[in-house]
């Protein structure tokens, strides 16, 4: 099994797909828009930060439960909905085309390899939510494991979070959440008889499970302590603890094994999360500690008994070492860094006497920037990428674990590489290959580099045939030059009148990689383009990328947006009267500060579980884990970064704003539901463009699960899609008013 990377982000998850119809060209008669609710009334705030002072109007919206502010959400959910089912027609067809193009084939993620088995997620056409299926690894059918809709009740979805099955692949531990809450509750089921035990463990957000133990009873997890009456929101988050649990045992009763105070010897900060990795290659165990969303971790090992509260760990990487990513077998551990590699490097050093300043150098850096390693029978698995292409090599080891030489695994196309899964008892690597314009399929690789198909998810049902993509620059405001993947019908003619709908993220050294899907046919068969900027903040071009993205120079991250919204202009794929943006999560501060530093450049935005006030984002139960990427307000230089980034700050009456809807999951644990409405409310006060600011809100949604059902998903996209193609002047809604809000709003 690969060590897998820890993450606190959702990863944006792409849907899929059919053949091509044309938009048409009729002209719909223009509909009544309903009036905008109007808003709550402002209450004065004000507050001074290191000199500079702060006006905060809708400070107590930040009160979720006040019922001026229950009822804003309310209100304006209703009138969201009201002003998109007066798009009726167009709008229904869209849904209809997204639906078929949703359902002509399967989806696969999330795939593993334990035992002499491959366990995945797979969601069929007419399924509402992804099931855990299980598989032979030599073939044979699929069994279901674990279906969530089996939960689910009027009203109320349930959602997989994350799986890990034992070393012999003869139970799985799983977390389930209800409606996007990512509230994870641990179950464990029997791979053979699909029965679920009796064990359920609370409080299991994100990670949960992180190893089994060889004896198929016990394995580590995190878990969150119970916050206390009185203590603050904040808390939530904070002060994880992993455990070793023993099926049939009251979780209550679980020995803590690494965390907050649980070591005298080893300090944890209160958002530190800790990982207890055992491999059954080595004698050692693993002690990770990730700190917050920060990339790098430290690491300790051990031989001793983890349950005994004073078990010597040996420091062998502290987060000084800038290390990403791990894997490790018998005595020797394997490091990805970016310690004087800004497109990183895999190292090697002895458990036995770890000596990072020494180590071995088993990939030196490069033009690929690596992204994941994985120890496997026959050697270690490297996955690199250079620009949108994928690419892995296997390097040999010797019984001590010594790096030897390296050959290239041939692959079956050119495409890009979500993840590597190995298993160190047996050989070969497990991939995903998939393009812009190719649908995802899984491929295993053998120990001579023999690449077969698994079978375990077929080439998506649909003609891709006339759809190409480019890979080009556009020149930010500093000079840099920023990758930006266009696609596009082939033979489409440039000459401005297309609408674009330009996708921005920038933050944690996140990669948008190449990836097909599906329903994005539903906006290129219409003569759409489809774009991704890939900013600094982002980790397009490594580490170095990443860094010129956040806290003090995070402003690169909307300005090399605004930059490639620039370059399709120039370059005729469209024009402000037809572009679009779109941001989320922490993209939402790439839209947020593109429309309000450049509002004139785009007709239209979604800003869809946003960081949308960045001055207060701090103080959610997300917060402090952000700060090492965001900065702090209690610092000048924290706040100045902070101010820079916080779209709501920068809002200013009297400007024409473009079209905006906000979306949100009331459930959101991430990016709290009131970031949007705050947002809301000042773009509603503000605007003259008379377009409109609408907030779309799901009461049973989160962050990451924002679409908790296939349903929702596809409700969700027929949303975004109808509102950018009707504010960007898509055919089909040729006659339908654009410009629906009162002008009077922005006096208000």
Known sequence: MSMRNFVFLASVIAVGCLAAISSGSTVTASPSFPTPPPLPAQRPFSENLFGTQISDPYRYFENVKDPVVAQFFKDQNAYARDVLSRLDGPRQRLFERIR?????????????????????????????????????VDGGAERVLVDPQALATAGKHFTINYY?????????AYGVSEGGSEAAVIHVVE????????????????????????????????????????????????????????????????VPVFGYNVNSKVHFETTDFPIVVYSPVSDYRLGVIAHGVKNEVTVYATRDDVQNADVAWKPVATVDDDVTGYDYKGSTIYFISHKDAPTFKVVATSLDA???????????????????????????????RDGGFGRIARVVLNESGAAGASTTV???????????????RDPGVTFGLTG????????????????????????????????????????????????LSVIYRKGLRLDGSHPAYLQGYGAYGIVINPSFSATRVAWLERGGVFAVCHPRGGGWFGEGWHQAGMIATKPHT????????????????????????????????????????????????????????????????NGPPNIPEFGSVTTEAGFKALYAMATYQHVVNGTAYPAVMLITGFNDPRVSSWELAKLTARLQQATTSGRPILLRVDYDAGHGFLAASRTQSEQLLTDEYAFLLWQCGDPAFRGIATRIFPQHMASR
């Open 410 to 424: 041939r692959l079956p196309f050119q495409g890009s590489i979500n993840t590597i899964v190995t298993d160190p």
């Open 100 to 136: 078929a193009l949703d359902n002509a084939g399967s989806s696969v993620s999330s795939v593993q390899r334990d035992g002499s088995y491959y366990f995945y997620e797979k969601l069929n056409p007419g399924d509402n939510t992804p099931k855990l299926y299980v598989r032979n």
């Open 164 to 172: 890990l099955p034992s070393l012999d692949g003869s139970r799985v």
């Open 436 to 483: 812009w314009t190719h649908s995802l399929l899984i491929y295993a690789a053998d120990a001579n580099g023999r690449v077969s198909d698994t079978h375990l998810k077929e080439l998506a049902k649909v003609d891709t045939s006339p759809y190409t993509s480019s890979e080009v620059l556009a020149r930010s405001q500093d000079g840099t030059m920023v990758p």
């Open 191 to 254: 791979t053979a008889t699909g029965q679920t035990l009796p064990d359920a463990i609370d409080r299991a957000y994100y990670i949960g499970v992180t190893s089994w133990l060889p004896d198929g009873r016990s394995f580590y997890y995190v878990r969150f302590p119970k916050l206390q009456p009185g203590e603050p929101e904040t808390d939530k988050e904070t002060r994880p603890v992993a455990y070793l649990h023993v099926l049939g045992r009251d979780p209550d009763r679980d």
């Open 354 to 384: 770890p000596n990072l300043a020494s180590a071995q150098t088993v990939v030196a850096p490069g033009r690929a920037v690596v992204e994941n390693i994985g120890v496997a029978s026959d050697g270690l698995y490297v996955l690199a």
């Open 558 to 621: 909307w300005e090399d947006f605004v930059a490639c919204g620039r370059y399709l202009i120039a370059r005729k794929y469209t024009s402000p009267a037809h572009l679009a943006g779109e941001g989320t999560s922490a993209g939402g501060i790439t839209i947020g500060r593109a429309i309000t530093t450049q509002p004139h450049l785009f007709a239209a935005a979604l800003d869809v579980v946003g960081v949308s006030n960045a001055l207060r984002s701090e103080f959610t139960p």
